[in-house]
């Protein structure tokens, strides 16, 4: 049972553009979410979260928004650039636990 | 300073085999982890430490026994390896989860077995 989703296994944006990439959960116990990039042959490195008590959280060209009715998250990557081409990861915790659970993973290609 | 460093970065090994994998981290942190990506590349947490002591055990085969020898290590070691470890091993450390939930992961471990 995955309970963090990520349906886009891939996404190609022309640089300057908007990138926008999608995470679903089913866990209403979730409280804390977080994005992670991932360059080939290297570990992921957390790029931003968000706690269920906000909708909105940005960092520079990063924004991740929040909707806890839909179970929905998003990462707003504006403009985006050909280094941001990476594998994008989202997770999720809940407050207290260790425990973090991964989606599958969102392949973004930023073109020139 | 590499934060999170994990030996070796590619194994490749026979069935039946047993193998380690080490990892250091030089942040400070109380809590590491061990995660698997296999071939479909999920990232599924197999175990977690905090203050060297198991605190998340997944539904891991026994074979796959987890050692920390201080809070600043973890190693993970493989008994009788199978066909279907092979995959990349990350190791992770953070904070305790009231200071900050972003974990900080190794470069991965290749393990291939044949």
Redesign the interface.
């Known amino acids: 049972d995955q309970q963090v989703k990520q349906n886009s296994p891939s996404l190609s944006v022309q640089e300057g553009r908007i990138s926008i990439l999608n995470c679903d959960y089913t866990n209403s116990m979730f409280d804390y979410f977080l994005w992670y990039k991932k360059y080939p042959a290297e570990g992921p490195t957390f790029l931003i979260s968000i706690s269920s008590i906000k909708d909105k959280n940005e960092d520079g060209r990063f924004t991740v928004f929040l909707n806890k009715s839909a179970k929905h998250l998003s990462l707003h990557i504006v403009p985006s650039q050909p280094g941001d081409s990476a594998v994008y990861f989202c997770a999720a915790s809940s407050s207290g636990t260790y425990k973090y659970i991964f989606g599958t993973g969102t392949r973004l290609k930023v073109l020139a | 300073d590499t934060a999170?460093s994990q030996t070796p970065k590619y194994l490749v090994t026979q069935m039946g085999n047993d193998k380690s994998i080490k990892c250091e981290q030089n942040l400070g942190h109380d809590?590491m982890?061990w995660?698997k990506q296999d071939s479909?590349?999920?990232?599924?947490?197999m175990f977690?430490y905090?203050n060297k002591e198991l605190?998340?055990n997944e539904t891991v085969p026994n074979r796959f026994s987890p050692k920390s020898p201080d809070k600043a290590h973890l190693n993970l070691h493989i008994n009788s390896l199978e066909l279907g470890d092979s995959a990349v091993y990350?190791c992770?450390s953070?904070q305790d989860?009231?200071q900050g939930?972003?974990?900080?992961?190794?470069?991965?471990t290749r393990l291939t077995v044949t």
């Open positions: 999170v809590t982890y995660y479909k590349k999920f990232l599924k947490i977690s905090n605190i998340i990350f992770a953070s989860p009231g939930p972003e974990q900080y992961f190794g470069p991965g």
